[in-house]
């Protein structure tokens, strides 16, 4: 939305508002009831034109909250990453990454993994491990997203025990951002991705 479109809300705002303090007394109970069907049908338009214009201003926030993720991090493939250095279990990893409109970071192939490692390096340290948004909680051995689909691709490191207490993965620094699994109440740092629309 452009200033044009937010100076047309504020006018439509301000004249909604002057025609409510200044409408003049009703004289006769015919003229209004004739003249009401008209009054519902403009106010439901403007009530329409502030509507849309509503979402489309809180649209154009989103997208700017997006690209204020990405101008902080990185993006990678069509994605925003953000780092969070802040060790925290993986739930509550997880959690604050919806709360700011994104999820735990799920690499969907090799380049995107080997990028995902460089910018862990970068922006966490070199030997630091991060929550994957991956965990296989619900059937031993079954990896799955955030979404609850099962994970395609892998990059498990010849460590990966399969433990049965070891339901979340982090990928590692210290092994070339290879994953393993761990005990969901450990502290990990983290990155949230944002996809961007």
Not at 108 to 128: A, C, H, Q, T, V
Request: proline fraction near 3%.
């Amino acid at each position: 939305m452009d200033l044009r479109g937010a100076c047309l809300l504020l006018g439509l705002l301000f004249l909604t508002h002057l025609s409510s303090q200044q409408l003049p007394p009703k004289r006769k109970l015919v003229k209004k009831v004739a003249l009401e069907p008209q009054k519902d049908g403009a106010i439901q338009d403007i009530q329409k034109q502030i509507d849309d214009i509503l979402k489309e201003v809180n649209l154009l926030k989103e997208q700017q909250a997006l690209q204020t993720v990405c101008l902080k991090g990185t993006k990678i493939h069509g994605k925003c990453y953000l780092a969070d250095p802040l060790k925290k279990r993986y739930h509550t990893a997880s959690e604050d990454c919806i709360a700011k409109g994104g999820t735990l970071t799920t690499p969907l192939s090799l380049d995107e993994n080997n990028k995902l490692y460089d910018y862990m390096r970068e922006s966490i340290g070199p030997d630091e491990e991060i929550w994957l948004g991956i965990n296989d909680m619900q059937t031993e051995g079954v990896w799955v997203d955030q979404t609850g689909s099962t994970v395609r691709y892998k990059n498990w490191d010849t460590a990966f025990k399969g433990d049965s207490t070891m339901n979340c993965a982090v990928l590692s620094g210290s092994i070339n951002g290879k994953w393993l699994d761990e005990n969901c109440r450990e502290e990990r740092a983290s990155i949230c991705e944002f996809n961007i629309v």
